[in-house]
C-alpha cells in the first residue's frame, strides 16, 4: 500500500514537472539583421530594390577529376535513367539553358538532395554529401557551365556527339552563374 | 506503407555480381549490378480475298449483331475489333467530314487515352493528373457535364518511363473505371460523377506506376502495373467491381503460387511446363526485379471464358544480367477470369534482348485459315512487339502462325514446331559491345498503338514503326523507384526512311495486302467501320481516312497537335455518326515534344530522341478531342 502511494505520488510529481514546461515568451523579435542579406535566389525578381544576389560554390566546380567522378556517380544513381546524357527522357534535359530549380551549383545540390515534386526523388541522405557536389559538379559541364579548363573533353558515350568543350556555340547553353562581386 | 525516409528504400541484388562491387554503394545498403557480362454481313469483300473473307468472324459475337452507336471500351468489344457497324460515313461521302465540336483538356503531355460514349454522354482521360471529364451530347457543342478529379501524387511522374500517359477509362454497370499514374484504381458514378470506390493497387516507390486502360470482365476490373524500366514485378490483379477490392493478383515472374499456376494450366509447348519455371529461369533472386508488367491490352472470350493479356519485358535490358529464358516475361497468358488461374501461356521472345514487351492487343477471331478449306479455327492474332503477326490457336496457345510485317534483323523467323523464336547470334546485346542494325527496335514493329479488324475485309489494320537501333549495354543498378535499364540506345529509320507505316494485314494468309508510309511511327490506335474507312492519325497531326479496301486516302484533317489517341466512333442522340479523336502529341516517340528533350542527345529518352530530332519541327504539345460528322 505504501509502495503505490510513493509511486503515485512519484507519477504526480512528473507530472507537476512537466506541467511546468511553459511556452517561453520572446520579448525581442529577431534582429533585422538576420535576415539573409544575400541568399542564393532562384528568381530574379524581387520585392523593391534589388539586392544582390549570392552565388554558391560547389567544392568540385573546378576540379577536372572530381567532375569525372560524378560523372562516374550520375550513371551508377542512375541519374542518367531518367535524364540520359543531358538530353533527359523522364527527366528534364541537363543540356539545355532552362533551369527549372536554378543552375547555380548550391540550387543544383538542393534539387538533390530535396528532389522536386514532379518526379525527382530526393536524394538527401541516401548519399554522401561529397558525392552530391561531384555530381553536381558533373551536372554543370552539361551544359557548359563548368570552367573550360575542368571539362571533360571528350564523351565516353555510344553516341558520337562531339565533346562538351566543343559543342557548338549557336546551341542553347546555361548561363553562367552571376558573380555580382 | 511507404518508408521514404528511413534508409532501407534502396534493395539489394547482390547475386548480381560479376564484376567489381561499388563500395560506395555497399556503405549506404545500395547494391550495385556490375556486371561483364463478326459481324459477317455477306457483303461481298474485294475479290481478290473473298477466300479468306468468308472465315473471318469476330469472336464471341452473333453474326447479326447490331452496334448500339456506344463505344464502352477502348477496344470497343471483348474481341479488341475496334470495328464499328455504323455505316453512315462510308467511302462515298468521308471526304466531306468537318469538325463538329472541340474540347480542350488543357494538358499538354501525351493523350494516348480514347474517348468513351455511353447513352448520351462522352467521358474522357486526360494524361497525368488523370482527369475525367463528362461532355453532355444531348446539348449543341457537348458541354461538360461534370470533371472528377483523382488526388493524384505528382511524384508519380518520376517513374513513368515515356511520358505520362493515359489509355483510357472502361464503363461497366453505371461506373466509369480507370487509372491514375501513382498507381490508384477508380471507379466513378457514370450519372453524377461521384466517386464510387478508390483502391491503390501499385506502389511508386517500388517504380510502379499504372497506365493502361482496365478491362471490366464479371465484375471484375482487370488492372496491371507499368515499370519495366524501374525493375519492378509485373502483375495483373483483379479488383471487384462493386467493393474496389482486390480479388486476385497474378505476377509474371516468381513462384508458380504467385503466377496463379496450378493444374489447371496447360501450356501448349514442353519449354513451359515445370514446377516454378519463373523462378528457375532466372539468377537466385533476378524474378524479384525482373519485369514483365502489364501496361497494355486484355481482350476475353466469353464462350471459353478465358481472359488473355501480355506480359513486358524482362529488366533490366542489358541481358547478361539475367541468363535464362526469363520467364514468365514477353509472352501471352490464358487465364479464367474468374480465379485468375493460369490456363495457358506462350513465350513471343524468350530471353528477350531488345525490350520487346509483349503487351500488344489480342484480336480474338474465327478464323478460316489458308488451306484449312471450312475448318475455322479459334485464333487470337497478335501483331507483335517482335516483329511478326502471330495466328494463335485461343484454346490451346499453339502458334498456328508467324509471319513477319516489317524488316526484321533481332530474330529468324519462328519455329513453328517448336514455337520458338529463332535466335540472331550476331545481334545479341550485352555488356561491353554495340549492337548496331537492329529491327526492329526497342519500341518494336509495333508498340501499344492498337490495330482494327474488319469482318467485312477480313483485314487487320495496323498503325506501326519501321525503326532499327543501336544498343550498347552498360551497367545496371537496382535502386527501388529509380530505373533500372543498363542500356544505352540510338534508334533510326528502318529501310526505306519512312519511321512508320499504316498495314492491312490479311491474317489468314499471312501477308500485307496494302501498306501506307509515314515520316514519323503512327502512333495512334487505328478504327474500322462497316463504312468501310478506316482511320488513324499521324504524329505531325493529321487525322487521315483510308478505303479500306485498297487503303486509298479519302479526307485528312490537321488537328492542332500530333495524334497518338485512339480513333472511335458512336451514334449521337441525334441519329448521326460521329469520329472522335485525341490530338494531342507525346508518348514514348513524341516526349522529345511533350516533354521538351533535348536532340542534340540522342540516347534521351532510351533513344528514341535519335530517331525524332525533327518532330519539334513539324507540332507543339497540346491535348485537345477533336469530334467529326458529315454536315
Known amino acids: 500500500m505504501r509502495r503505490l502511494a510513493t509511486g503515485l505520488c512519484a507519477l504526480a510529481l512528473t507530472f507537476a514537472a512537466l506541467a511546468c514546461e511553459r511556452e517561453e515568451r520572446r520579448f525581442q523579435t529577431l534582429p533585422a539583421k538576420s535576415a539573409r542579406a544575400q541568399p542564393v535566389r532562384l528568381t530574379t525578381l524581387q520585392p523593391g530594390q534589388s539586392l544582390p544576389a549570392r552565388s554558391g560554390h560547389g567544392p568540385y566546380d573546378e576540379n577536372a577529376w572530381a567532375i569525372s567522378e560524378g560523372e562516374r556517380l550520375f550513371n551508377q544513381y542512375n541519374c542518367s535513367g531518367c535524364h540520359f546524357h543531358g538530353g533527359g527522357g523522364i527527366g528534364p534535359p541537363l543540356m539545355d539553358a532552362k533551369w527549372i530549380y536554378g543552375s547555380d551549383p548550391q540550387n543544383i545540390y538542393d534539387t538533390i538532395v530535396e528532389g522536386r515534386p514532379n518526379g525527382m526523388p530526393s536524394y538527401g541522405g541516401h548519399v554522401p554529401d561529397d558525392q552530391i557536389w561531384k555530381i553536381e559538379a558533373y551536372v554543370r559541364t552539361l551544359s557548359g557551365l563548368a570552367p573550360k579548363a575542368a571539362e571533360p573533353d571528350r564523351s565516353d558515350q555510344m553516341e558520337a556527339r562531339r565533346s562538351e568543350q566543343a559543342t557548338s556555340p549557336a546551341a542553347p547553353r546555361g548561363q553562367k552563374a552571376e558573380h555580382p562581386q | ?631
Request: hydrophobic share 40%; with cysteine; charged share 20%.
Open chain 2, 1 to 631: 506503407m511507404r518508408d521514404t525516409a528511413s534508409g532501407h528504400r534502396w534493395e539489394g541484388s547482390e547475386q548480381f555480381y560479376r564484376g567489381a562491387i561499388l563500395a560506395l554503394g555497399l556503405a549506404l545498403g545500395l547494391a550495385g549490378c556490375r556486371t561483364r557480362a463478326s459481324k459477317e454481313d455477306g457483303k461481298p469483300a474485294a475479290p481478290a480475298r473473298s477466300a479468306a473473307l468468308a472465315g473471318a468472324r469476330v469472336a464471341g459475337q452473333p453474326p447479326a449483331q447490331q452496334d448500339d452507336g456506344q463505344w464502352l471500351m477502348p477496344a470497343k468489344d471483348y474481341a479488341s475489333t475496334r470495328y464499328s457497324a455504323l455505316a453512315q460515313i462510308n467511302t462515298a461521302n468521308v471526304a466531306q467530314l468537318k469538325p463538329a465540336w472541340t474540347f480542350s483538356t488543357g494538358n499538354v503531355r501525351g493523350h494516348e487515352g480514347a474517348p468513351l460514349v455511353v447513352g448520351s454522354t462522352m467521358y474522357v482521360v486526360t494524361p497525368f493528373p488523370n482527369i475525367l471529364y463528362a461532355l453532355d451530347l444531348t446539348q449543341p457543342g457537348a458541354p461538360l457535364k461534370w470533371k472528377y478529379e483523382p488526388p493524384v501524387l505528382p511524384a508519380a511522374q518520376g517513374v513513368a518511363c515515356c511520358d505520362v500517359v493515359n489509355r483510357g477509362a472502361a464503363y461497366d454497370d453505371g461506373k466509369i473505371y480507370y487509372n491514375t499514374l501513382d498507381g490508384q484504381t477508380v471507379a466513378v458514378d457514370a450519372a453524377a460523377g461521384g466517386e464510387v470506390w478508390r483502391t491503390m493497387v501499385a506502389d511508386i516507390n517500388k517504380g510502379e506506376s499504372i497506365t493502361m486502360a482496365p478491362l471490366v470482365v464479371k465484375g471484375k476490373v482487370l488492372v496491371g502495373n507499368s515499370g519495366g524500366e524501374f525493375g519492378v514485378r509485373g502483375w495483373l490483379t483483379a479488383l471487384d467491381s462493386g467493393s474496389g477490392r482486390i480479388a486476385w493478383r497474378a505476377y509474371s515472374t516468381g513462384p508458380d503460387k504467385d503466377v496463379l499456376i496450378g493444374p489447371r494450366f496447360k501450356p501448349f509447348y514442353p519449354q513451359d511446363r515445370g514446377k516454378d519455371l519463373g523462378v528457375s529461369t532466372w539468377p537466385p533472386d533476378a524474378w524479384k526485379i525482373g519485369g514483365g508488367t502489364m501496361w497494355g491490352w486484355i481482350s476475353y472470350d466469353p464462350e471459353l471464358n478465358l481472359i488473355y493479356h501480355g506480359t513486358a519485358n524482362p529488366g533490366p535490358w542489358n541481358p547478361d544480367i539475367r541468363p535464362g529464358d526469363n520467364k514468365w516475361t514477353a509472352g501471352i497468358f490464358a487465364r479464367d477470369p474468374d480465379t485468375g488461374e493460369a490456363r495457358w501461356f506462350y513465350q513471343w521472345s524468350p530471353h528477350d534482348l531488345y525490350d520487346y514487351d509483349g503487351i500488344n492487343e489480342n484480336v480474338l477471331l474465327d478464323l478460316e485459315l489458308q488451306g484449312q478449306h471450312g475448318q475455322r479455327r479459334k485464333v487470337l492474332v497478335r501483331p507483335e512487339r517482335n516483329g511478326y503477326v502471330y495466328v494463335l490457336d485461343r484454346v490451346t496457345g499453339e502458334v498456328l502462325s508467324a509471319n513477319p510485317f516489317v524488316h526484321v534483323t533481332s530474330s529468324r523467323g519462328v519455329d513453328l514446331k517448336t514455337g520458338r523464336l529463332i535466335e540472331a547470334p550476331d545481334k545479341k546485346t550485352g555488356f561491353g559491345h554495340i549492337v548496331r542494325d537492329v529491327c526492329p527496335a526497342a519500341p518494336g514493329a509495333k508498340d501499344w498503338q492498337p490495330s482494327a479488324f474488319s469482318p467485312r475485309t477480313g483485314l487487320l489494320y495496323m498503325p506501326h514503326n519501321n525503326l532499327c537501333m543501336d544498343e550498347e549495354g552498360v551497367e545496371a543498378n537496382y535502386i527501388a523507384g529509380t530505373p533500372f535499364v543498363g542500356a544505352n540506345v540510338r534508334m533510326y529509320a528502318g529501310p526505306g526512311g519512312n519511321r512508320g507505316a499504316f498495314t492491312a494485314w490479311d491474317p489468314a494468309a499471312g501477308r500485307a495486302v496494302w501498306s501506307v508510309p509515314e515520316p514519323f511511327p503512327a502512333w495512334s490506335g487505328a478504327l474500322v467501320t462497316a463504312g468501310d474507312v478506316v482511320f488513324y492519325g499521324t504524329m505531325e497531326g493529321w487525322f487521315k481516312a483510308l478505303d479500306a479496301h485498297t487503303g486509298k486516302e479519302l479526307w485528312k484533317f490537321k488537328t492542332g497537335s500530333g495524334i497518338i489517341g485512339q480513333p472511335i466512333t458512336y451514334k449521337g442522340p441525334d441519329g448521326k455518326q460521329y469520329v472522335a479523336i485525341f490530338s494531342g502529341v507525346g508518348g514514348w516517340s513524341g516526349a522529345i515534344v511533350a516533354a521538351g528533350l533535348d536532340p542534340r542527345d540522342g540516347t534521351a529518352a532510351l533513344g528514341f530522341v535519335n530517331a525524332m530530332k525533327d518532330l519539334p519541327q513539324k507540332t507543339t504539345p497540346g491535348g485537345m478531342l477533336y469530334v467529326f460528322a458529315l454536315p
